[in-house]
């Protein structure tokens, strides 16, 4: 099974930076797409960004042109640079993975257990 481990959120100030890491790991065949996502308190997971295996990315409206996703794949590694944080990008962030496993037949969603922003104003 595939897992997935964020890792570099924590608390800083508005207009602050964080860089966030998610590590895969485990019977790993192949890695389609990777993204992170994020829930706040009493709201609803919304995309964040998105990375295909060609490179190609999508950012929700909020965070164009303060966040950028990238990605190592052959260390089946996303990371997402976040600069210019402002409060209302409080939230756990998660890590999420269309993984096709070894001997597996399909690409399979997979998350990490999710790292806490916390951006004080």
């Known amino acids: 099974q595939v897992q997935l481990v964020e890792s570099g959120g924590g608390l800083v100030q508005a207009g602050g930076s964080l860089r966030l890491s998610c590590a895969a790991s485990g019977s790993i065949r192949d890695i389609r797409a990777m993204g992170w996502y994020r829930q706040a308190p009493g709201k609803q997971r919304e995309l964040v960004a998105l990375?295909?295996?060609?490179?190609?990315?999508n950012y929700a409206d909020s965070v164009k042109g303060r966040f950028t996703i990238s990605r190592d794949s052959a260390k089946n590694t996303v990371y997402l640079q976040m600069s210019s944080l402002k409060p209302e990008d409080t939230a756990v962030y998660l890590c999420?993975?269309?993984?096709?496993?070894?001997?597996?037949?399909?690409?399979?969603?997979?998350w990490g257990q999710g790292i806490q922003v916390t951006v004080s104003s």
């Open positions: 990375i295909n295996s060609g490179g190609s990315t």
């Open positions: 999420n993975a269309a993984a096709l496993e070894c001997g597996g037949s399909y690409y399979l969603s997979r």
